[in-house]
Each structure stands twice: as C-alpha cells, then as structure tokens.
C-alpha cells in the first residue's frame, strides 16, 4: 500500500494549486482519503476528506467555498483542487487513507503519503 502526494508548489497570494494523491495497493471503492495540513510549529489538522462512495466533507471552515476534494477512480487518484490561496494556507499537506469512512483524527488513518510543500508567498 502507497500514496504518492504531489503538485504543491511556491504561489502567489489568490493562486490556485491542484495538489494529487496517487494510490497503490487498494481501490478507493474501500478507502477514504483525507487531506491534513501542517502548518510550522503546529499539529496536523484535517483539511477534507472524501469517502469510499465518494461523499465529501471540509473540516477547516477557512477553505469551504476555495478548496474541492474529488477523485478519479479510474487512475487511483483523490484530488485537492485549491483556489484562493492565502498565505495562513502556507503547509506541508499530507494525504492518508483508512478503510470506507473519513476522520478528521489523524490517528485514526493507516497510511500516509509522503507530504507536499505548499508556500504562498508573494
């Protein structure tokens, strides 16, 4: 079992990223997929999480509305698409997985990916 976290990157402030999360050796017909962020100095916190029959939920009020999560099953693949970037958005954002329903506690998933740097910064 893999994930494979890519597509973060320097931006400006309102940019947009589109961060992946590539799964291998499970079918996300059985895994939810979240996405957490740590920000420097602080703990994990959960972004958003979509679930193995693909329902979604947004856990940080600050990125309803400018982040969507959503997957391709075909390629294995759970998508962050984030738009508005502000600089408190500035993280490492991780993605995990855990078996059919989504949490927002870290402990709670099996699997990790490796993290993404993601800087807004002008």
């Known amino acids: 079992v893999q994930l494979q976290a890519s597509g973060g990157g320097l931006v400006q402030p309102g940019g947009s990223l589109r961060l992946s999360c590539a799964a291998s050796?499970?079918?996300?017909?059985?895994?939810?997929i979240g996405w957490f962020h740590q920000a420097p100095g602080k703990e994990h916190e959960g972004v958003s999480c979509?679930?193995?029959?693909?329902?979604?939920?947004y856990w940080t009020d600050s990125v309803k509305g400018r982040f969507t999560i959503s997957r391709d099953k075909a390629k294995n693949t759970v998508y962050l698409q984030m738009n508005s970037l502000a600089p408190e958005d500035t993280a490492i954002y991780y993605c995990?997985?855990?078996?059919?329903?989504?949490?927002?506690?870290?402990?709670?998933?099996?699997?990790w990916g490796q993290g993404t740097q993601v800087t807004v910064s002008s």
């Open positions: 995990a997985a855990r078996r059919t329903y989504c949490s927002s506690y870290k402990s709670r998933y099996d699997y």
């Open positions: 050796g499970f079918t996300l017909d059985d895994y939810a």
């Open positions: 979509i679930n193995n029959s693909g329902g979604t939920t």
